[in-house]
T-cell receptor, first 112, second 112 residues
């Protein structure tokens, strides 16, 4: 089954404690992306990757890091989380960004 | 990043009504267009692609107007289950890949 998986699905943490949210897809897609969604602001892109070892900033990259060492994985790293990073995070993948984006189920993050 | 604008709504309609949403985009070089549906706090899922000639899928019709730079979604005979947020997505070409930009979504509430 074609899918995008994210882990963890829910996370409560404290300010400054480094965390990683994993994202994996099994469709051999080149393009992967991270979004955050906040009430009234819609989906905002954090980072995207057009292929292995190719990453670029989206609209709201501050406070986040990503890596793309393998085609299937695109982890999101928060080196020092802050309360304003409390949000719902989605990972997505597609074939070169041209076609349908497949989204993971989302990760709800609360930073205290 | 170019802009993609949607009326956030909510559009509050009775069952059986016909409702239409528009989405405007600013980049005339945009390449491809989609409508996604998002249920509350769940991942967005593709509803339909939008082709230049327009396309229909059951009660849903999507159209593209390149001259005026907007896409539309028409829902006929609304059902309670159509209640959701509808996101338009516009893809722009960048270095051989395509970067999707999401609108903030239009909320639809269908009531009995």
């Amino acid at each position: 089954e074609a899918q995008v998986t994210q882990n963890p699905r829910y996370l409560i943490t404290v300010t400054g404690k480094k965390l990683t949210v994993t994202c994996s897809q099994n469709m051999n897609h080149e393009y992967m992306s991270w979004y955050r969604q906040d009430p009234g602001l819609g989906l905002r892109q954090i980072y995207y990757s057009m292929n292995v070892e190719v990453t670029d900033k989206g609209d709201v990259p501050e406070g986040y890091k990503v890596s793309r060492k393998e085609k299937r994985n695109f982890p999101l790293i928060l080196e020092s989380p802050s309360p304003n990073q409390t949000s719902l995070y989605f990972c997505a993948s597609s074939y070169r960004g041209l076609t349908t984006q497949y989204f993971g189920p989302g990760t709800r993050l609360l930073v205290l | 990043r170019k802009e993609v604008e949607q009326d956030p709504g909510p559009f509050n309609v009775p069952e059986g009504a016909t409702v239409a949403f528009n989405c405007t985009y600013s980049n005339s070089a945009s390449q491809s267009f989609f409508w996604y549906r998002q249920d509350c706090r769940k991942e967005p899922k593709l509803l339909m692609s939008v082709y230049s000639s327009g396309n229909e899928d059951g009660r849903f019709t999507a159209q593209l107007n390149r001259a005026s730079q907007y896409i539309s979604l028409l829902i006929r005979d609304s059902k309670l289950s159509d209640s959701a947020t509808y996101l338009c997505v516009v893809n722009e070409e960048s270095g051989g890949s395509y970067i999707p930009t999401f609108g903030r979504g239009t909320s639809l509430i269908v009531h009995p």
